[in-house]
């Protein structure tokens, strides 16, 4: 399994044209718990959670892992965008496919900007510097156009539809120039 290494993590801050992506640190709590209570936010992604749930549950630092850049703009929290590896329940078909999945999040004010594809792309271009040749997979509602447009965006290829968690799924695969 593909796993971002502590040697490789966490990476120097990576600065787009308008966007820093870095670690996360205390100040980005508020704005995870935002995300993650959102109903907007959650529409595609199994629901807001309770906001009380989330005071409990995030730690002082949310997200202290390998793969997982908070999205600031101008100093502010706008988002998250993760690179996780796929869990053993994964269908062996998707998991050969490739065995590190990109999420993202961002909260409503930051939609339509192209903030998210900004993002995304930066740390496609990070990762496929770190890990050459590694594929990376994507998940997302068949519902959800405006993740559907990003994907191809970023040139996502599909490899499948299915039915899950009561929505139609597309998943693709997105492999770096060699």
Not at 105 to 123: R, S, T
Not at 129 to 154: D, H
Request: hydrophobic letters at 40%; a negative charge; aromatic letters at 10%.
């Amino acid at each position: 399994m593909t796993v971002l290494s502590p040697d490789l993590w966490p990476p120097a801050p990576i600065k787009t044209e308008r966007l820093v992506l870095r670690e996360s640190e205390a100040r980005d709590r508020t704005a995870v718990i935002e995300l993650n209570a959102s109903p907007e936010v959650g529409t595609y992604v199994g629901g807001p959670r309770p906001r009380a749930e989330l005071e409990r549950m995030v730690p002082e630092v949310p997200g202290r892992r390998p793969g997982f850049f908070v999205v600031e703009l101008d100093g502010t929290t706008i988002g998250t965008v993760e690179l996780d590896p796929q869990g053993p329940e994964c269908p062996a078909d998707r998991l050969a496919a490739g065995e590190t999945h990109l999420g993202y999040l961002f909260l409503p004010e930051a939609w339509g900007h192209g903030y998210a594809g900004e993002a995304c792309a930066a740390v496609l271009d990070w990762f496929s510097g770190v890990l050459p040749g590694e594929p990376v997979v994507l998940y997302t509602q068949t519902a959800n156009l405006r993740s559907m447009r990003l994907a191809a965006k970023l040139g996502f290829t599909e490899v499948e539809r299915f039915e899950e968690w009561g929505a139609e799924q597309w998943f693709g695969v997105w492999s770096p120039a060699r």
